[in-house]
């Protein structure tokens, strides 16, 4: 039965709650006593707070609290804290409610915005419920992950729907809130609601707790022979969980029948770039590596995987299990320290409890166990006493093995400790920012009022609530120099505070700095149809860039390498140390217009003093990838960034979203175009997921949902799309033009051998007339360029000689059935001749095997 046939209409509470447990029971589940009492204060119009541990079927109160809403004929939301979750459960509620009842709001995108359920982050509702106050369209919010309401830079978010939002029916979900006595009165004071709160339940799967002061290679294989797999060994740094994968493989951690079976079901499988050949060889092994800084098709691929029971042990950090049903019997975590941005500190109990509660899943174990590692000098020290036995010689002779230097003390007595303690009671963390003001002034009415209560009805104490206040005055008095908000004495005596420009409707909801960006667009020159600018694409490109989040692993790694170049050239200056110490503070990764775009922030924020909330942040990922005519895995190892190719990926997919969205259309020039393309194909080849979730929200085919297969289908052919397979050729020549302005022509010679084996390596080998028979070597290259460099001084490799125009295609033989583009690339002498170019074959079989342009260089000839 479809749960949507069982709607009880009119709504009546009682027929609500057995309509939705017939339905339930009809897939074979029995409501734990938890949920029954849950789904009974929902039905019967109560908030609910549900703090349970990991496992008791949170999910499956919220989806009756999302039915009993749709009963009754009202609108519900669900949030969570990050988008990849709401994302996980729109997909996942369209299955159970179909695709007509479903939306979701993420900022990039609206899906059928107005569907009865909603999935959003907090920070959508939060601003919807300040722009709208008590008459925002929701009747009820369902808000998951709920212990985020204590996190500093975010917890606002999931405060400012309780305070601004009267007439809703509040879910609140977490297996990790502490003592909410108090939050259950303020919220019934708030709602005029009672509010049920059922915690302390005990878990479906009981869990065990050991301290293990074995080495953790013997505390693992202990773990895998009696059974206790899978394993989960929690790291708090991506290096750390890489490594002790790696060193698991000299372990007989799967049998031979078990790699077998996983070499069969990955057989298919596209490892593309470097850190997928070492995953791929560790799977093969029964490991499984896990964390944020994956690609996320290697994510999905781990988590398919123990999904079906394949990888015994599987090595990753804290982050693990947010909304994903990975089934792991037993929890090893390497340490209860952690650094967190600041300090290294011990665990709180609610991050502890957070990791733990991963351990033992309903439908999968009967129990479940969890370890904590001693600290290696600790586990040394017993190794010791051990190997001297009852000997009381050698105990006395036992050098035990001190705690590093600065180590943060923790040892058995803090497992102990942390095992018993109960969840830290949540603590507020509300903020006041211009987007807050602005959208409050937006909604119309008594501001001033509407202010007030937000800053002195809310959850922090009076000294932080006056610092708020003050806060609010000066943001309040910023607003009103810069003319964008305006007050009236009215004639009862108060103040009538309005805006004078119209908020976008998106505002403040995922790329706050867009309107900035937009004008700063207006300052960039395409130049004319006949001399266009040679910048002006990438330049367009610096702009958007400066807007986003910077991708911290690239920055850094782009830092390191400047330093060391700038060091080398100081050196060969002849610079003293000191000198060069000091001089290298002020040497950092690159940044594009940094000093247009700073006059330019400068000059907007003050017509616009509400951007102050965010921070500009010039920098050069897209940028510096086309510059240095790098594929995505050349561009991961030039950086050493193998550990981190999901972040660079997402960022690479945030910025082709929002060139795509962000860019008018009447300012794309076909170079700009041509870009924007090629960025989206360069995604797309290393891992379509990202780009083929987000056109699946944009043009939803919501019959097609599925995807439990464990190899995906491989992404479009590399040819479909022409002008960013164009671009992918030019950047190819375009290499070839950098190595050869600076005669590096044993460089040259190793491109043509790699581009030779890819070449004939493909599944069609070479094509048939393509010639593609010799391979130009570095002495080739060399008597190839020198009659060129007798006549030109130097080769240029400015924003000129990337110019189209100096590229030429013929596809003659490709029509033909050649499989072949024969293709010029003209070089830029300092006279302007460009009389000299490379001659080169495209081959496209190859090039469609491989996910990216197989060019190979012919000659270099005069016309």
Sequence with gaps: MRLLDALPIPFEADAAFDAFANWVADGGITLYPAQEESLIEIVSGANLILSTPTGTGKSLVATGAHFTALAQGRRTFYTAPIKALVSEKFFALVEIFGAQNVGMMTGDSAVNADAPIICCTAEILANLSLRMGPDTPVGQVVMDEFHFYSEPDRGWAWQVPLLTLPNVQFILMSATLGDVSWLADDLSRRTGRETAVVTGVERPVPLHYYYATTPVHETIDELLTTNQSPVYVVHFSQLAALERAQALTSSAVATRAQRDEIGEAIAGFRFTTSFGKTLNRLLRAGIGVHHAGMLPKYRRLVEQLAQRGLLRVICGTDTLGVGINVPIRTVLITALTKFDGIKMRQLNAREFHQIAGRAGRAGYDTAGTVVVQAPEHEAENAKAVEKAGDDPKKKKKIVRKKPPEGFVSWGEPSFTRIVSAEPERLSSSMQVSHAMLLNVIARGGDAFQTMRDLIFDNHEPWLKQLALARTALAIYRTLRTAGIVTQTPQAD?????????????????????????????????????????????????????????????????????????????????????????????????????????????ETYSASQPWIGDFELRPKSVVRDLYERSMSFGEFIAFYKLARSEGVVLRYLSDAYRAARQTIPTEAKTEELLDLIEWLGELVRQVDSSLLDEWEELIHPDLEQLGGAEIVPPPPPSILTNRRAFTVLVRNELFRRVQLASREAYDALGELETASAALSSGSSSGPSPSSGLGHVLSADEWADALDPYFEEHDTLLIDADARNPRLLSIDESRADAGAGVWLVRQTLHDPQGYHDWGIDAEVDLPASVAEGTAIVRVTGVSRL
Excluded: C, W
């Design 493 to 601: 005596g108060s103040v009538r505070i309005r805006l004078t420009v119209e908020l976008q409707p998106n505002f403040a909801l995922n790329q706050p700095l867009s309107p900035f960006a937009l004008a700063v667009f207006e300052l960039l020159d395409p130049g004319t149809e006949d001399a266009p600018s040679s910048t002006y694409a990438l330049d367009m490109i610096s702009v958007l860039e400066s807007t986003l989040d910077d991708p911290r692993p690239v920055i850094s790694a782009q830092q390191f390498a400047a330093r060391g170049e700038a060091v080398a050239a100081m050196k060969a200056e002849g610079i003293e140390y000191d000198q060069r110490m000091e001089l290298l503070e002020s040497v950092t990764h690159p940044k594009p217009l940094e000093e247009l775009l700073e006059a330019a922030f």
